[in-house]
């Protein structure tokens, strides 16, 4: 799993927890005992700065997989044949490699 699926994959299941702890603060706003009310206001401030810590968190990842792209880019134009041939010698590898099964 290359390095930007595993960020992906991170994103997503930060989402997920963040998405669940809000649904159990919905679901226990009727419990009025002063822990629970406790327990909430400080689950409540800490999502909040999950929340914005993501919400950075994706820009810079965002970011980095743009520079990537244009890396990439920069580097097929400059050298285009070399690439060609990297480009076929694995399309032929990968050929291979699904062949044998």
């Known amino acids: 799993m290359s390095e930007t699926a595993t960020k992906d994959k991170l994103v997503a299941d930060v989402k997920e927890v963040i998405t669940d702890a809000e649904q159990l603060l919905r679901e226990t ?8 009310r406790d327990a909430r206001q400080k689950l409540s401030l800490q999502l909040d ?3 914005g810590r993501l919400k950075e968190w994706e ?3 965002r ?4 520079e990537g792209a244009k890396e990439t880019d920069r580097v ?6 070399e690439s060609i041939g990297v480009a ?12 044998r099964k």
Request: glycine share 14%; proline share 3%; net charge positive.
């Open 49 to 51: 700065t999950a929340k």
């Open 88 to 99: 076929f010698g694995l399309g032929i590898l990968i050929g291979i490699l699904l062949n």
């Open 76 to 81: 097929i134009r400059e050298h285009p044949y």
């Open 63 to 66: 970011e980095k997989a743009v």
């Open 29 to 36: 706003a009727t419990d009025l005992s002063g822990k629970a």
């Open 59 to 61: 820009g810079v990842v």
